[in-house]
């Protein structure tokens, strides 16, 4: 890194940390989707006051869809139909209950009411002229209910009951139609709450002509189907990537995540239930658990930046999934919906908390850490807006499926970008890794070439001693040989006759040994001006010397072997000869020489010794020297030299030679019976 170039600001960092053109495409996407998709337009500014709502001055086609807001007639504790309202004397109502609300904490007989229990409401409306037939909309009550029209049941929802065994609840999204007659129109509507935390109604109802809610429903259920087959997707091509390669704990986090954001966005007032459409009704309990399963999302922030989120708060989120595994089956629903909120608040705070520590990742230029603080910070903010609308201190439409969406996306870029800069890293590697290579195969080939250069330096210093010895020693030993015997005559008969006898018989070994030496330290067969074959002589002074039965065969296809590695083989043969009779006590040898069709040549030397030790059978690396130095030999050549044990007993050495050579018909030499001693 360059520590002279200026420090970039953060705005600059934070640009430079994620490419614009795939967020700048969502944010158009969003542009487009995002007006249609909020509520229909209610109306504003109508209030049911004591249980009656004056509809007589509104159009429709003007100011939207009707908000049966404000004071309802409040019966607590009674579930009364229309013809108990209708009795004589009519039951007298507990108070009023203004609507969107709850009766929590809601003062009647000197009491406060808790969350759980069951009660009754009524309004009446006087409605507009043309209103013929209206559509109703009973959204988010996360209880059971039964509503009547002018006494008529148009819609029901889960089974009402007066305690938790009895009662059936369900969250859906009911759209119910109505034909009034006249223009007075009397809703009564029985709610028993014996799981969620408050009872009430937390989403006001509409009530509109036929057409404006339904094209909401189905607007809604699309952009769901829509946002539901990209999770789907992404889900499935993240774990794929961490099937393949299990160290991407990041993509097995990131694609739990996109499923628990499926499951809740399908399963949840956001979409309208839009799973409804394919799968019966499910618990309502589920879809309020599936938040708890958040958490994957900061194992997927710690995964990606270990060093920079506190395990402090991992264990934080697992503690609260883990408190609530514990409340499952021994706490009433109605206190697990309560913790669910309280946790809800939990994870708000989390959320805050995962904007800042990666606005700090992005300060410090982490790869991917601006486009997650972007998708986080959206995805607060939608969640922002979708707590304070619930609540009722604002009015805007639900945005938490947009932040989702914005949230998956940026979180799939800033993967994408990664797995792109370790595949960038990988490509650099591998090219640094090939060049390496290169240059070691050039460093091994100059190897050899220096290897063989030595072997050859060393096989003509032997030549040249061998030359030396042939000329200088050798001669003059012969001279003084010759003289010994001629003086051995002339003394013959005398007192010095035996000392020169003795004196000409010393001579005559020493001369042996010299030129026995001369031929040992340089075959005559590896010299073009020197015919005879050493391999034979070879044989017969170990014959003859240690008094095995030393036999040869050879069989090659070329009248004179010009192959340059024959002097190594020789030197191969030479030293398992040597290893033969010096350690295996063996009775026969056999070196066999043959050169079958395009396999080279192979030198096997056999014998019928003890074999090798325990411990090189064991694959231990024993015998000395003699071993590695043929090892190293054939290495040189680039021959294949194997020792194993015969089957009868003994030990085979065989040698595999290249030769690009193979002229002339195979020729049969062996050394005659007299020879092998």
């Given amino acids: 890194m360059n520590r002279n170039a200026p420090r970039l600001s953060f705005p600059t960092r934070m640009l430079r940390a994620f490419h614009p053109v795939p967020l700048l495409v969502v944010l158009l996407v969003s542009v487009f989707i995002l007006p249609p998709y909020g509520p229909a337009r209610a109306a504003d500014g109508l209030q049911a006051e004591d249980g009656v709502l004056d509809l007589r001055g509104f159009d429709p086609e003007t100011m939207g869809p009707a908000r049966l807001d404000g004071a ?27 609507l969107p609300g709850t009766w929590r904490g809601m003062p009647v007989d000197g009491e ?45 929802n ?8 009895s009662e059936t609840p369900l969250r859906s999204l009911v759209l119910a139609t109505i034909t009034p007659e006249g223009e007075n129109l009397e809703l009564v509507l029985q709610i028993s709450n014996h799981h969620f935390r408050a009872g009430g109604v937390p989403e006001g109802l509409l009530l509109a002509p036929p057409g404006p ?23 499935l091509y993240h774990l794929f990537l961490f099937h393949l390669d299990r160290k991407q704990v990041s993509a097995g986090y990131f694609s739990g995540f996109c499923l628990c954001i499926l499951c809740f966005c399908m399963t949840s007032n956001t979409s309208f239930w839009a799973i409804r459409r394919f799968l019966p009704p499910l618990p309502p309990q589920w879809s309020a658990y599936v938040p708890l399963f958040f958490y994957m999302l900061f194992r997927f922030y710690y995964s990606l930046y270990p060093k920079v989120f ?32 309280l946790s809800i608040l939990v994870g708000l705070g989390c959320a805050i908390y ?5 606005c700090s990742c992005a300060r410090r230029g982490m790869n991917g850490a601006g486009l997650l603080l972007l998708g986080s910070a959206a995805s607060l903010l939608a969640s922002l807006n979708d707590g304070l609308s619930h609540i009722k201190h604002i009015n805007t439409p639900y945005l938490i499926e947009f932040g989702m969406l914005f949230l998956i996306v940026t979180q799939s870029l800033a993967l994408a970008k990664r797995f792109s800069h370790a595949f960038a890293s990988v490509g650099k590697l591998s090219g640094e890794l090939e060049r390496k290579n290169q240059s070691l195969l050039a460093e091994m080939e100059e190897r050899n070439r220096l290897e063989q250069e030595v072997i050859n330096i060393s096989e003509e210093e032997r030549r040249r001693i061998s030359h030396e010895l042939h000329d200088g020693l ?73 008094g095995i039965d030393v036999r040869l065969e050879m069989r090659r296809h070329c009248g004179r072997c010009t192959n340059p590695n024959m002097r190594t083989l020789y030197r191969i043969a030479q030293e398992a000869l040597t ?31 003890i074999g090798r030790p325990a411990s090189a059978r064991q694959g231990a690396r024993t015998g000395g020297l003699g071993l590695g130095i043929m090892a190293h030999r054939a290495g040189v050549i680039h021959a294949k030299l194997t020792i194993e044990d015969a089957p009868q007993g003994g030990t085979i050495v065989t040698c595999a030679a290249p030769c690009d050579k193979h002229a002339s018909p195979s020729a049969t030499r062996r050394t005659p019976p007299d020879a092998s001693r």
């Fill in 72 to 98: 309802w007639e409040f019966y607590w504790d009674r579930l009364l139909t229309p013809q108990d309202l209708a009795a004589n004397p009519a039951p007298s109502p507990s108070g009023l209950l203004s």
């Fill in 112 to 156: 406060r009411l808790g969350g759980t229990g069951q009660a009754t409401l009524r309004l009446r409306l006087r409605l507009w002229p043309e209103a013929n037939t209206l559509t109703l909309r009973l959204f988010d009550i996360p209880m059971a209910y039964r509503l009547w029209a002018n006494g008529q049941l148009v819609a029901m």
């Fill in 158 to 165: 889960g089974v009402v009951g007066t305690d938790a065994d």
């Fill in 213 to 235: 809610l339904e094209t909401e429903r189905d607007r809604t259920w699309t952009f769901s189907y829509f946002f539901a087959g990209c999770l789907l997707i992404t889900l």
């Fill in 310 to 341: 506190h395990p402090a708060v991992r264990h934080l989120v697992d503690l609260r999934f883990a408190i609530f595994l514990l409340l499952l089956p021994i706490a009433p629903d109605h206190r697990i919906s309560e913790y669910i909120a």
């Fill in 354 to 358: 995962y904007v800042v520590r990666l």
């Fill in 474 to 546: 050798c001669q003059k030993l012969t001279g003084a040989r010759l003289r010994a015997s001629i003086l051995s005559k002339r003394l013959a008969g005398t007192d010095d006759s035996t000392t020169m006898d003795s004196l000409a018989a010393l001579l005559d070994a020493s001369t042996d040994d010299a030129y026995r030496t001369s031929r040992g330290l340089w075959p005559v067969e590896h010299d073009p001006a020197m015919p005879g074959p050493s391999l034979d002589d070879l044989a017969r002074r170990i014959a003859k010397d240690t």
């Fill in 579 to 609: 290893n033969a009779a010096k350690h295996a006590q063996a009775h026969t040898i056999r070196v066999r020489l043959r050169c079958p069709a395009q396999d080279g040549v192979i030198l096997t030397v056999r014998d019928d010794g």
